[in-house]
């Protein structure tokens, strides 16, 4: 398959550690976030959202952090695992409108 | 259901030629998204819609690109005139009103 994002800033962890992916994001009238899990040759998997009524959500093995006051979201990823590698995207979405933007991406790399 | 599917997969077209993509969301939902993604770089949103009303279109990268939803279902992206610039994966995405997009697998287009 095709690999998506060749020149992305990259994270490489062992297999078993916990893995923090960040992102900043570009307006502050966002006020709702999303990432997304990109595999080589496949359409974005939505993994975990938040709004910015909140700071922090949890699902299973991903927490998301959501820091308004310097505009900077992060992904932690707990017990990484090989099927982790991908890219991962941070999304915005302003209330105003209906575009998701996309930050430019982190590829994580999870050495067994 | 099984989610938001995209067809064809891969298109390979001449420069000059024009084509056409079809995406059909997941039903419940009603609104749809098109987004277009080259290496190294986040998906960029170029237009939605919600329902069969195109909301959004300022994003499509030329009039040479348009995007039809006649009956609020499935919808066509189609680009005239293609150039070896609009190489690239053509995104599509669905979601309710408020909440997150779910992809498709996109349809990879090489201009020759």
């Known amino acids: 398959g095709e690999s998506v994002g060749l020149h992305l800033p990259t994270l490489s962890v062992q297999e078993g550690d916990n893995s923090i992916i960040n992102c900043a994001y570009s307006?502050?009238?966002?006020?709702?976030f999303i990432w997304y899990k990109q595999e080589s040759g496949k359409g974005p998997q939505f993994i975990i959202d938040?709004?910015?009524?909140?700071d922090k959500r949890q699902g299973q093995r991903v927490t998301v952090l959501l820091n308004k006051t310097v505009k900077h979201l992060s992904l932690q990823i707990a017990a990484t695992q090989p099927g982790d590698s991908a890219v991962y995207f941070c999304?915005?979405?302003?209330?105003?409108?209906?575009?998701?933007?996309f930050g430019g991406g982190t590829r994580l790399m999870v050495k067994p | 259901d099984t989610g938001v599917s995209q067809n064809p997969r891969h298109k390979i077209t001449k420069r000059g030629q024009n084509v056409t993509f079809r995406c059909d969301p997941i039903?419940?939902?009603?609104?749809l998204y098109w987004y277009r993604q080259t290496l190294g770089q986040g998906p960029e949103f170029l237009t939605y819609?919600?329902?069969?009303?195109?909301?959004?279109k300022s994003r499509l990268l030329s009039d040479r690109f348009s995007a039809e939803r006649p009956k609020g279902s499935f919808s066509t992206l189609e680009i005239q005139r293609t150039e070896q610039g609009d190489s690239a994966m053509y995104l599509c995405?669905?979601?309710?009103?408020?909440?997150?997009?779910?992809f498709g697998q996109g349809t990879r287009l090489t201009v020759v």
């Open positions: 039903s419940e939902h009603n609104r």
């Open positions: 999304a915005e979405l302003l209330n105003a409108g209906n575009m998701l933007t």
């Open positions: 995405a669905s979601s309710f009103e408020y909440g997150e997009a779910f």
């Open positions: 938040i709004r910015s009524n909140m």
């Open positions: 307006n502050s009238a966002s006020d709702y």
């Open positions: 819609f919600q329902n069969e009303a195109q909301l959004e």
